[in-house]
């Protein structure tokens, strides 16, 4: 049986492995999803609602057609909590793995994929870092719902209470979003604890976690906090990330401190829940506020942190912040007329800025034509289309409640922009790509005015 995969695994170009991958989880979890016993009510979901819910949890999305809690069984969430770590850690770190349980060889194409699946920065030492992402992640998922035991064992008993915690830290640490709060009202996300101080802090640190990428945590974890040792990867993470997070917290309670979604708020809780939105918008989708009630400012700025994301190698999705980070460094640049970009006294090579340029216009392209598409299908306005085509594309799960009333175009769109906002931009268009070598010859070149 494993020689079968391994020989399948040298037949496949590693891009169109990954697409295959994914595609392969999702379909299994619709087929379970789909099934009676995944419903309370007992009865078939139809195969429209049971693909967009695994592929939501399969890309840790956290879109979601049907309430979670109210409308699928005790099967079915667990069908799509096992969807969800599959999908956040990344299935060919659970498929390497697997073969170092067999003590099978890992060759240098399943090394390859490995690195492409997880975006790592080198090929060496990638099995061992497998077993850092899975023991890392279960660790980290093991502490979260540790601590929100305490939130959940109180009102709902110890077993419901357990299983709430260890649910929601899984969901938190793989920036999911899909949750089971349904218990206490429907479609409610985390409004029911907006204001809880515990409860919000530690699902904040189990999306920023989960959300720094295992790479940057491998590298504090051999350099503790000497800063200046760390891989330029992991300073421009470190550094986009307390930018993007603090910065958007501020922006969000500037715009949103007298609306109605924080009525009756004191300051304290008026800022908690903004660093909450700030935090969550990165791709995580779980929401302590009612963000009907945000002002559109409120809504573009979050549409715009939401395709920004995460960081490579991440449980997130979105652009990634060392892409934002290029081009904002690629801006200052010019305004410098420096020939280079340097960042932490380094200097990034041309290709990234390249590859930087093509992922940004790629996602802003497709959630402008999906936005289009779904106005004209259902009839919105603009703005909430540009909003839940962002959650989509970013893999974030935040929604203005208009997700189970889209139509069915609409949904397979947005199933179709989670997909590809997990996979990654970049993975999709090299396995759609012509896979023949470029010639060596250039042709000659010649100026053209831009701007």
Known sequence: MFSKIKNFFQSVPLTKFLLLGYGIIILIGTLLLSLPVSTRDRVFTPIEDSLFTATSASCVTGLVIHDTYTYWSLFGQLVILFLIQI????????????????????????????LESVNAPQLGGIVKMTRFILFGSLTFEGIGAAVLSFRFIPELGVAKGVYFAVFHSVSAFCNAG???????????????????????????????????????????????????????????VLSTSFILSFGGAAVIMLLEYDSAAYEGMNFAEKFLCSMFQSVTTRTAGFSTVDLTQYSEAGLSVMSMLMLIGGSPGSTAG????????????????????????????????DDIVHNAVCIFMMYIILTAVVSVFI???????????????????????????????????????????????RVGGLTVLMALSNSAQSSKSQLPTEKITVG
């Open 318 to 349: 979105g652009i990634k912040t060392t892409t934002f980070a290029v081009l904002v460094l690629s801006i200052i640049c010019v305004f410098k007329k420096k020939k280079s970009l340097e960042c932490f006294k380094r200097r990034i090579v």
């Open 178 to 236: 899909i949750d089971l709060m349904g218990n206490f009202k429907e479609f409610s996300s985390l409004m029911t604890v907006d204001v809880d101080v515990m409860f919000n802090i530690a699902v904040m640190l189990l999306i920023t976690t989960g959300g720094l990428g295992f790479f940057v945590w491998n590298d504090i974890r051999e350099h503790k906090l000497a800063f200046r040792s760390y891989r330029l990867q992991t300073k421009i």
């Open 375 to 421: 106005c004209a299908f259902d009839n919105v306005s603009m703005l909430a289309a540009v909003f839940e085509t962002s959650s989509a594309v970013g893999t974030v799960g935040l929604s203005l409640g208009l997700t189970p009333s889209l139509s069915s175009v609409s949904h397979i769109l947005l199933a179709l922009l989670m997909y590809v906002g």
């Open 87 to 114: 999908g956040g850690i990344g299935f060919m770190s659970v498929a390497i793995f697997a073969l170092t349980l067999t003590k099978q060889k890992i060759g240098l194409k399943q090394r390859f994929t490995m």
